[in-house]
């Protein structure tokens, strides 16, 4: 699908009218006498930022567009969410359950579905205090407060022309059709699909030489990517406190990777799951055709690569889903109860349950088994979909509806966590800062890796994670992305992607020369985490040729007295594509996701002030008398040219 919003070639204009009251929305809908107008609503007032309120001013036909503004030092609202109740409606394994996609649980209970609207009219979003109080003070409150005894304000008034035109066609079928046809040598794109890469890193990973044992990968995954109405989401809840508990995994088991030869254990990090499960699908499509981690090339002399990975090789899948808003340290094991009737499925399952409730025990918390339910949206699902005989839990924080109240929304950061730092504390001591997210992902991840460890070897592990690891990830994802680890991944050109803000969590579109920013830097970290450091030179950190199974990356330490020294590491983590299924085999039957996202031709604001209509009539009138007299006057004159202008005698 293409989410759009509908907008003027030429841009769409109006006059400035801040929406603070249910009058001021009867105002510009339909009693207002200078219409169309733009309104402006502060997104932090959610009861005129809402799904209600946005299709009264769209049916009005009287408002061309929307302001949003967000002033940065005012509360946030109790609970908002741009996605629907039920995330992922339609592409999970229960979609002909009787019940439905979510079973009848609102997961997502303070959803209003606005992402999946079609608006007739752009959607803007300030956020700089500056921009904000220029537009209020010396555009609007200026010049469009009626004056004494006057009900209106009277004209010129401040108006705005918003331009957002976006070439997408109807749908994404359509969309991308129009895209590929070679009408002339010039073909206009109208939309991408959404994708990006998943990311993958493995310990103890099969050579495709040897034979791979059944039921001998265990995988660990959770989500990269958020969503919401604009592209920057914070998704601290929605996705990095799953992200960050999956990489403290990886850490801590990586140190015993020597006693967990019986297994390969893979870390996954899927990219688009808040668009339809995108790199989910695709790597169960990948698994399917035998091309997952990578396809094997079975004509060449290498003989180090990856064995690929099938759903039948899985011996357990665990997902990390939310999980910063552990209460009372409680944690909840979902099931899928449609699997559990086959024996080796209920078997793995309870077993892994059992442990972990143990070993949370032990920990002081408590691991909740839940198995009468269907499964929350997960990625998961996409597995169930393709192999009903594939075991698996899903960990979060919530027995059924979500705790996290900004899910996929610009609300979900450490502010609307209530996990902010201290006032007037120094990046330096931030960075080292655990906030209550990070100690619960670090608890967390200690229940899940002890857990892991039994279930492989049967002995317990006293290894708990890294609590300064959680605090660091946690400043580097939800704060400052310009932090000291996400800038040991570049040589020179941090400025170029890190700054004094978190990176975006949107999948977006393919940049053409490789993944995201935040993809790549998770890419980086987790082959950190997870590897080993090798004794090589920048310029000798690389794969020997026949050697198609390990990354070497190089990692930079900071410029000391104007030089700047690193390290190697060699490990097995690299990217896998996450563009849906749909788009490879022009499938657009709701099987797979088909988000595409489309082209802008201009994206701008301009304010001004503009006058009365009236005045442009009487402008036109006077304009069309004067040419006509002119043009008497000149007739007249062409006619009497003989008696006006004499020839002189010696013509």
């Not at 929307?66 to 609970?79: F, R």
């Not at 908002?80 to 979510?102: A, H, I, L, Q, V």
């Not at 309870?350 to 408590?366: C, D, H, P, V, Y």
Request: proline content about 5%; glycine content about 6%; overall charge negative.
């Amino acid at each position: 699908m293409v989410a759009l919003f509908v907008a003027s070639p030429s841009g769409d204009v109006g006059v400035l009218h801040y929406v603070t009251s249910p009058e001021d929305v009867q105002y510009v809908s339909r009693d207002g006498p200078h219409a169309p107008y733009i309104a402006i609503i502060n997104s932090l007032d959610v009861k005129f930022y809402n799904l209600n309120i946005f299709k009264t001013l769209q049916d009005s036909n009287r408002v061309r567009g929307v302001i949003l503004i967000k002033y940065d030092n005012e509360s946030l609202p109790e609970s908002f969410s741009p996605d629907k109740t039920c995330p992922n409606e339609g592409y999970g394994f229960y979609e002909d359950s009787p019940r439905g996609s979510c079973g009848g649980i609102p997961w997502n209970a303070a959803g209003n579905g606005m992402l999946f609207q079609r608006w007739n009219f752009p959607i803007f979003m300030l956020y700089q205090d500056a921009d904000i109080d220029y537009l209020l003070n010396n555009c609007t409150y200026r010049f469009n407060q009626p004056k004494t005894n006057e009900t209106s304000p009277a004209w010129p008034l401040c108006s705005a022309e918003l331009k957002s035109y976006m070439l997408a066609a109807a749908d994404s079928q359509t969309c991308i059709r129009r895209s590929n046809l070679l009408t002339n040598l010039n073909p206009q794109t109208r939309c991408d699909p959404l994708q990006d890469f998943n990311v993958w890193a493995s310990l103890n990973p099969v050579n495709q030489t040897a034979p791979r044992k059944a039921n001998s990968t265990i995988i660990i995954a959770a989500r990269l990517d958020a969503s919401g109405v604009f592209d920057f989401i914070p998704g601290v809840e929605s996705s990095v406190s799953g992200l960050v508990t999956l990489m403290l995994v990886a850490e801590s088991l990586a140190k015993v990777r020597s006693d967990l030869t019986d297994r390969e254990i893979m870390f996954v990090l899927f990219n688009g799951e808040a668009f339809d499960y995108i790199g989910s699908s695709r790597l169960v499509y990948d698994m399917q055709k035998g091309e997952f981690p990578q396809k094997v090339d079975l004509s060449s002399n290498d003989t180090v690569q990856n064995a690929v990975v099938r759903l039948e090789d899985i011996d357990l899948f665990i997902e990390l889903s939310q999980l910063g808003l552990v209460r009372e340290g409680k944690f909840f094991l979902h099931t899928d109860p449609v699997s559990s009737a086959d024996a080796h499925v209920r078997d793995r399952v309870r077993l892994f349950s059992s442990i972990s409730g143990a070993e949370a025990s032990k920990a002081n918390m408590t691991s909740v088994f839940l198995n009468g339910t269907q499964l929350p949206p997960a990625s998961f699902q996409q597995f169930l979909r393709s192999n009903v005989s594939v075991p698996g839990v899903v960990i979060t924080d919530h027995q059924r509806e979500y705790q996290n109240h900004f899910y996929n929304s610009e609300f979900d950061s450490l502010k609307g966590q209530m996990s902010d730092y201290p006032v007037n504390m120094s990046d330096a001591e931030a960075y080292n800062y655990a906030t209550s997210i990070a100690i619960n992902a670090q608890k967390v991840a200690t229940v899940v890796a002890r857990s892991v460890y039994k279930f492989v070897t049967g002995n317990a592990l006293k290894e708990e994670a890294n609590l300064t690891t959680s605090a660091n990830l946690m400043y580097c994802y939800t704060y400052k992305s310009n932090c000291s680890l996400f800038i040991s991944y570049f040589n020179g050109t941090a400025d170029q992607y890190l700054k004094a803000s978190p990176l975006s969590l949107y999948i977006g579109v393919s940049r053409g020369d490789g993944s995201h920013p935040v993809t790549y830097a998770s890419q980086m970290t987790l082959g950190n985490l997870i590897g080993e450091r090798v004794n090589l030179t920048e310029a000798d950190c690389k794969a020997p040729a026949h050697d198609k199974m390990n990354k070497y990356y190089f990692y930079y330490n900071p410029v000391v007295n104007g030089t700047r020294s690193g390290y190697c590491v060699k490990t097995n983590t690299d990217l896998s594509q996450a563009k849906s299924p749909a788009f490879l085999l022009d499938d657009y039957s709701g099987k797979y996701s088909t988000w595409t996202e489309s082209i802008w031709a201009s994206t701008s604001i301009r304010i001004f002030l503009q006058p009365d209509p009236k005045q442009d009539l009487y402008t036109l009138a006077f304009g069309i008398v004067a040419t006509v007299i002119l043009t008497a006057l000149i007739f007249g004159m062409s006619r009497a040219a003989g008696d006006i202008f004499l020839a002189s005698e010696d013509a």
